[in-house]
C-alpha cells in the first residue's frame, strides 16, 4: 500500500523534463508517421490518408505506448510501429466523429475536417483506410518481438476499436445528445469506451511488447483507466474554457451540442477535482517502478494541466 507522503514525495522529487521528453519523442513519432504511409496509388485516397495522419496533435496515445514499453526494458525501435498504428486508429476515429452524420465538425487540430476537404465519401473511406492499415502495420513491421506478444498487442488494439470500446462509446454518446437525464455513469460508460479504452490500449500494448508480467499489466491497466477518464474530464473542462485557437478545434460545441458533460453534471470545480483525484490514483500505480516511471509520471501530471 503506497502512503500518500509517498506519492507526493514521487512528485516532489522530479527533475525530469517533460516538455524536452514530449518534444523529442513527438518528433520520433512524426518522422514515423511519414514514413508509415507514402503515396501509391489511387493517390486521392493516400493523400486523403496522409491528411489527417500527419496534421499534428499531441501524439499523446504513440508515446505513451513508447513510455511504456521503454519503462519495462523494451526500446523504441520495438514499439515504434505499433505507437503509429495507434495514431493512425486515433486519426480514423477523428476523422469519422468529424463527419456530418456524427458531430459535423469543421476544424480539427487546427485546420479544415477531412470531408471538407476530400468529400464525405473520401474521408469514410481514409478512415477505413487508416484503420485496416493500422493492424497491417503491427504486423508486418515489428521487430524483435516474439509472435506471441504481438498477437497480444492486435488483440488488446481490435478490442479497443470495436462495440467494447471506441464504438461502443460513440454510439452512445450520439444517443445522449439532447438528452437531459444522462446519469454520471453513462457518462462516465461512454467515457471509458469512447477515449479510456484506446488509451488503455496504448499503454498496455506498449508494455506487452516489452513482455510485461500479469502483476504490471494489472497495475499499468489502473494507470491508464485513471488517466483515461481524467483526460476526458479535463476535455469537457476544456471544451468551455478554452478558445478554439487554444484547441485547434471549435470550442463550446458541448454546450451547443447540448452534450451531458463533467462540468454540466458537478460544476467546472468539483470536475477538477475529481480529475486530481484520478491522476493521484494513477501516479500510486507506478510507485513499485520508481523513477523509471518518471515520463508515465510526468504525462499522468500533463494530462491534468494540458491547455489544449
Ligand atoms: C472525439 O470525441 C471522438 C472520439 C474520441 C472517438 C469517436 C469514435 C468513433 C467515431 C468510432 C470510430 C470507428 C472505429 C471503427 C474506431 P468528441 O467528439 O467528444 O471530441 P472532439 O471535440 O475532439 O470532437
Ligand atoms: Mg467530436
Redesign the pocket.
Known amino acids: 500500500m503506497v502512503k500518500a507522503n509517498e506519492i507526493v514525495a514521487d512528485n516532489i522529487n522530479s527533475q525530469f523534463d517533460l516538455k524536452t521528453y514530449l518534444e523529442s519523442q513527438k518528433s520520433i513519432v512524426e518522422a514515423a508517421l511519414d514514413r508509415s504511409l507514402s503515396i501509391r496509388k489511387p493517390e486521392k485516397i493516400y493523400e486523403a490518408m496522409r491528411y489527417s495522419l500527419l496534421a499534428g496533435g499531441k501524439r499523446l496515445r504513440p508515446i505513451l505506448c513508447l513510455a511504456t514499453c521503454e519503462l519495462l526494458g523494451g526500446s523504441t525501435a520495438m514499439a515504434l510501429p505499433t505507437a503509429c498504428a495507434l495514431e493512425m486508429?486515433h486519426t480514423?476515429?477523428?476523422i469519422?466523429?468529424?463527419l456530418p452524420a456524427?458531430?459535423n465538425?469543421d476544424y480539427r487540430r487546427g485546420q479544415l475536417t477531412n470531408h471538407k476537404v476530400y468529400g464525405e465519401d473520401i474521408a469514410i473511406l481514409a478512415?477505413d483506410g487508416l484503420?485496416a492499415y493500422a493492424f497491417e502495420y503491427v504486423a508486418t513491421q515489428t521487430q524483435q518481438v516474439p509472435a506471441e506478444r504481438l498477437v497480444k498487442v492486435i488483440t488488446y488494439l481490435s478490442h479497443a476499436?470495436g462495440a467494447e470500446g471506441?464504438?461502443g462509446?460513440?454510439v452512445l454518446?450520439l444517443e445522449s445528445e439532447g438528452k437531459n437525464d444522462i446519469s454520471a455513469e453513462t457518462l462516465t460508460f461512454i467515457h471509458t469506451h469512447?477515449?479510456g479504452a484506446l488509451l488503455e490500449a496504448c499503454v498496455l500494448s506498449g508494455a506487452v511488447l516489452a513482455g510485461a508480467t500479469q502483476i504490471d499489466l494489472e497495475r499499468l491497466a489502473q494507470y491508464a483507466q485513471n488517466i483515461g477518464l481524467a483526460f476526458q474530464i479535463i476535455?469537457d473542462i476544456l471544451?468551455i474554457t478554452a478558445t478554439g485557437e487554444e484547441l485547434g478545434?471549435t470550442a463550446g460545441?458541448d454546450l451547443k451540442a447540448q452534450k451531458i458533460t463533467y462540468p454540466r453534471l458537478w460544476g467546472l470545480e468539483a470536475s477538477r477535482q475529481q480529475a486530481q483525484e484520478l491522476i493521484d490514483v494513477a501516479i500510486e500505480q507506478l510507485h513499485p517502478y520508481g523513477a523509471k516511471a518518471e515520463p508515465l509520471r510526468a504525462i499522468a501530471n500533463y494530462i491534468i494541466t494540458r491547455k489544449n
Do not use: C, E, Y
Open positions: 486508429i480514423m476515429s477523428l469519422h466523429d468529424d456524427m458531430d465538425d478512415g484503420l476499436v471506441l464504438v462509446g460513440q454518446d469512447k477515449t476535455d471544451d478545434k460545441k
